[in-house]
């Protein structure tokens, strides 16, 4: 599963302090692939002059997503008020991590999750693909 952590560079440098903190996080050791992507100038119409930085992660598995967004939450809540948005895109799918909140929280895992599995299924392997399971070589 490879996603896109954007973060709302208040500040500046959060992206790679964001990086140290999920290189130092034990549930995500052996799971994740992390680097630094990249500053990117903020989108056009976008309030204040902020970029915004790039973190590639390649998890092993989609479960190891919800230690991510997990780590995520403990990263901002460890940064100053008021502490940088982080978005998550997967396949095109965007959700912003702004909260504490469990229940949003497992929403946005579920969207992400939902995104992997979306563009991971082959279409030719659906039955609508032509195929007949009845008939053998």
Do not use: F
Request: hydrophobic share 35%.
């Amino acid at each position: 599963m490879e996603l896109v952590l954007t973060v709302d560079e208040v500040v500046g440098g959060e992206a790679e302090i964001l990086l140290r903190w999920l290189h130092e996080e034990r549930d995500l050791h052996g799971q994740a692939r992390l680097s630094l992507g990249g500053t990117h100038p903020p989108p056009p119409g976008g309030m204040g002059g902020s970029a915004l930085e790039i973190v590639n992660v390649v998890l092993t598995n989609s479960i190891a997503l919800g230690s991510l967004v997990t780590t995520l939450v403990a990263w901002r809540s460890s940064r100053p008020t008021p502490p940088p948005s982080v978005r998550i895109e997967v396949n095109g799918v965007p959700v912003t991590v702004n909260t504490d909140d469990p229940e949003v929280i497992r929403s946005l895992i579920e969207t992400l999750r939902d995104a992997n599995r979306d563009s991971s299924q082959d279409p030719d392997s659906s039955p609508d693909a032509g195929s007949d399971p009845s008939s053998s070589t």
